[in-house]
């Protein structure tokens, strides 16, 4: 079966590919995001190092952060984009990054092991700081936030007379809500709005088609986060949450204690002006407008006198 | 060890034997889009594939369909088309991209099987009368069928396993308890749900494995057979009258 010549072709393809895989090393670390300055984060102890999500609004605040503390004097250097938060998570953990944008409740959710029972603002940020392994700090959270929401369309509501969720009780037809796959198992999913509202919903795992599927009609509920540019675009509008079922989940800077004082007064600033309204029209500057997160964030710290 | 356990009794508790979500139906509804998707792929890919396997002509794209169109980057594609198709068509696109998916394993086994035939046996069963339909269906697609049923398992083996990614779209399935379970961050779900999926892709290989042996027919079957010599046997110095 194997000739002369096939062998040689064989010994050719294992050469290449044994040449190939031993070229792969010359690439560098492909996790390692790229960082806009030289030297490394940890190694400088001047240096702050502000990190991103994977979420482009995430990266607007992180770019804001930045350059505030630039405009401040500090030497920062940005590590934006890096993925989810089993990614960027150790990082921040272990101080080699130093300033971290992050959302009070989901952060909360992930370092919870049991399911968390607090909803209101202030009481999630206590919880938060308790929670927060030694080592990193929370500053001031803001009035912006990016949480869950039971969310219809504005013609709906009208239809029905609908502000808070549990005007739900009068849509006499089924009404489905759409959401990440996750939300059927959060403590504000559906069967808690029965306990607490006591409105019947049909869950629909939307995930990233939730707010085609409630432009479209399929269902009538759809979980936006707070943050969404579709709240400007849209005719949507999030219903009130009185009983505050859903976990509140601000803007809050995550930091390393060793920095906490340093850096407090110029993103604590920050967090003061930094209002939900606002943060969905940054977004949409960067949806709508295909602005660049630096470009959003220098005019909008100009816009209130904070660099 | 210990997050192997959890995941075993994550799957045996009862929250996942009822409601919306529960094993049985997320099971139907895997091998429900599963069984769609290759019924529509061989509806397309069997009369493709026989048709250059019979002619031998356009075998150079049968070859290059199944080569590199097994490589679709299918969630990316299935993603694509929803969002071309819109949120009303979701199982429309995802059976697309997964009818897309099996077609280069079905069009392979099928062409591969008729190729593989000797032309010989062909020109026997031409000698003997037999019109080209019958020897398209008693002949080449009998003699065929190993390599076909082959084609049919490699085709179910990777649907099955990409069909998980149909619960990112809601449409249900084995996937759906690793969709959900990542960022509950429940890793006894995910590493079930994967289990799961991974005991569904080797008991379904074993039962093809088992129908790829019974589709030989049984002249063809390897082992002990007396065979009746066409010619006597003669010195090597005859020349030789049977071409080789």
Not at chain 1, 149 to 159: D, G, H, I, N, R
Not at chain 2, 85 to 103: K, N, W
Request: aromatic fraction near 6%; hydrophobic fraction near 50%.
């Amino acid at each position: 079966m194997f000739t002369a010549r096939g062998k040689r072709s064989v010994l050719a393809v294992g050469l290449v590919a044994a040449a190939a895989l031993a070229l792969t090393a010359c690439g560098g670390d492909p996790l390692a995001e790229p960082s806009d300055d030289s030297g490394s984060g940890s190694g400088s102890s001047d240096t702050i190092v502000v990190g991103s999500q994977g979420y482009y609004s995430n990266e607007i605040i992180a770019e804001i952060y930045a350059q505030a503390l630039e405009g401040a004097g500090f030497t920062v250097e940005k590590q934006l984009n890096i993925g989810q938060r089993d990614a960027y998570m150790p990082e921040v953990e272990s101080g080699e990054i130093n300033v971290f944008p992050e959302y009070t409740g989901s952060l909360l959710e992930y370092l919870s092991e049991d399911e968390v029972d607090v909803t209101a603002p202030e009481d999630v940020y206590t919880a938060l700081t308790e929670a927060l392994p030694d080592g990193l700090t929370a500053l001031d959270y803001a009035e912006a936030s990016d949480q869950d929401t039971y969310t219809v369309l504005k013609s709906f509501a009208e239809e029905n007379d609908l502000t808070s969720i549990g005007d739900l009780k009068n849509v006499t037809s089924q009404v489905t809500i759409g959401a990440p796959p996750e939300f059927e198992q959060r403590p504000y999913n559906p069967a808690a709005a029965k306990e607490v509202y006591g409105v019947d919903l049909a869950f629909s795992a939307t995930g990233p088609t939730t707010l085609e599927s409630l432009l479209a009609g399929e269902i009538q509920v759809a979980d936006i986060y707070t943050a969404d540019p579709a709240f400007e675009t849209e005719d949507i509008v999030a219903l009130e949450d009185p009983e505050n079922l859903i976990i509140s989940s601000n803007v809050v800077p995550i930091v390393s204690s060793d920095i906490a004082d340093e850096v407090s007064e110029v993103l604590n600033a920050i967090s003061a002006k930094l209002t939900a309204e606002e943060l969905v029209s940054l977004n949409v500057l960067s949806t709508v407008d295909q602005q660049s997160s630096a470009d959003i964030a220098k005019k909008w710290l100009e816009d209130n006198d904070l660099v | 060890m210990n997050l192997f356990t959890d995941a075993i009794a994550w799957m045996f508790a009862p929250a996942q034997w009822s409601g919306n979500y529960a094993l049985p139906k997320l099971l139907g509804e895997h091998l429900a889009l599963t069984a769609i998707s290759v019924l529509i792929a061989a509806v397309i890919a069997l009369p493709a594939g026989w048709l250059i396997g019979h002619t031998g002509r356009g075998r150079e794209i049968a070859v290059a369909i199944s080569g590199a169109a097994r490589a679709i980057p299918a969630f990316g594609l299935m993603v694509l088309l929803v969002l071309l198709l819109g949120v009303l068509r979701i199982p429309e696109a995802a059976i697309i991209t997964f009818v897309l998916l099996a077609i280069p394993s079905l069009l392979a086994g099928a062409y591969t099987g008729l190729e593989a035939i000797d032309r010989r046996v062909i020109d026997a069963a031409r000698a003997m009368g037999m019109t080209e339909w019958q020897i398209f269906w008693k002949v080449e697609v009998r003699l065929g069928m190993p390599l076909l049923v082959g084609g049919i398992r490699a085709a179910l083996l990777q649907v099955i396993a990409t069909v998980t990614i149909a619960a990112y779209v809601n449409l249900g399935g084995l996937g759906w308890p690793i969709i959900q379970g990542i960022p509950l961050r429940r890793f006894d779900q995910v590493l079930g749900g994967a289990l799961i999926v991974a005991v569904l892709a080797l008991v379904v290989d074993l039962l093809l494995a088992a129908a790829q042996h019974a589709a030989v027919p049984r002249g063809l079957r390897t082992g002990r057979q007396v065979r009746r010599r066409t010619r006597p046997l003669a010195p090597a110095a005859e020349p030789s009258t049977a071409t080789a």
